[in-house]
């Protein structure tokens, strides 16, 4: 089955203890991206990839950080965490921006950082 | 950069009546327009998209969408609502001229079909 995983989905934590979310896609996809969705703001971009090691970043990439060392796998870093990080976050792939395909979503990661 | 505005937080129809849920957008060039609907506790599911031809297009779940040129928007539509379409509802634009590898996505509509 076509889908795009992440763990944890879940995950209370305190201010600055590292955390990594991973999302892995079984799609063979080129682009995949991180949002984060908080209430009245809609789903804001933080990172994207193009392709493995091509990454950029999206409107809100202040105190995170990802990478994309194999197609199928790109995890978001959260160096420090803050509560203003408290957020329910996607992943997305698709075969690539250009194709004009959608985006296949993951069921999301609720974080909460005391 | 695109963007797109959703006017409404909340849509509330009757079981059967149309439903209509509203999206303007603006970008540079031409824009690519998707529809997504969320479940609680899933991720966007993807409804329908425009890039070219058409300007009303159909999708899953009997939704279809007009875009409009004229009027920047990409309005949503349902001939008759269900209780099983109660969810928010995303609209998303890309910039094909300007095309910056980002799709931007409107704050949501929360839609609420009653019994």
């Known amino acids: 089955e076509a889908q795009v995983t992440q763990n944890p989905r879940y995950l209370i934590t305190v201010t600055g203890k590292k955390l990594t979310v991973t999302c892995s896609q079984n799609?063979?996809?080129?682009?995949m991206s991180w949002y984060r969705q908080d209430p009245g703001l809609g789903l804001r971009q933080i990172y994207y990839?193009?392709?493995?090691?091509?990454?950029d970043k999206g409107d809100v990439p202040e105190g995170y950080k990802v990478s994309r060392k194999e197609k199928r796998n790109f995890p978001l870093i959260l160096e420090s965490p803050s509560p203003n990080q408290t957020s329910l976050y996607f992943c997305?792939?698709?075969?690539?921006?250009?194709?004009?395909?959608?985006?296949?979503f993951g069921d999301g990661t609720r974080l909460s950082i005391l | 950069a695109q963007s797109v505005a959703q006017p409404e937080d909340q849509v509330n129809v009757a079981e059967g009546n149309p439903l209509t849920v509203k999206c303007t957008y603006s970008?540079?060039?031409?824009?690519?327009l998707f529809w997504y609907v969320q479940y609680p506790n899933r991720g966007l599911q993807f409804l329908l998209k425009?890039?070219?031809?058409?300007?009303l297009v159909k999708g899953s779940y009997g939704f279809e969408a007009e875009f409009n040129k004229s009027q920047t928007s990409f309005h949503l539509k349902k001939p008759s609502a269900l209780v099983s379409d109660s969810a928010l509802y995303f609209c998303?634009?890309?910039?094909?001229?300007?095309?910056?590898?980002?799709?931007?996505f409107g704050k949501g509509n929360q839609v609420v079909v009653i019994p």
């Open positions: 997305a792939s698709s075969l690539g921006l250009n194709s004009n395909q959608p985006q296949h």
């Open positions: 799609m063979n996809h080129e682009y």
């Open positions: 990839s193009m392709n493995v090691e091509v990454t």
């Open positions: 970008v540079s060039g031409n824009p690519y």
């Open positions: 425009y890039i070219t031809g058409d300007n």
């Open positions: 998303a634009v890309r910039d094909a001229l300007y095309g910056n590898n980002r799709l931007a």
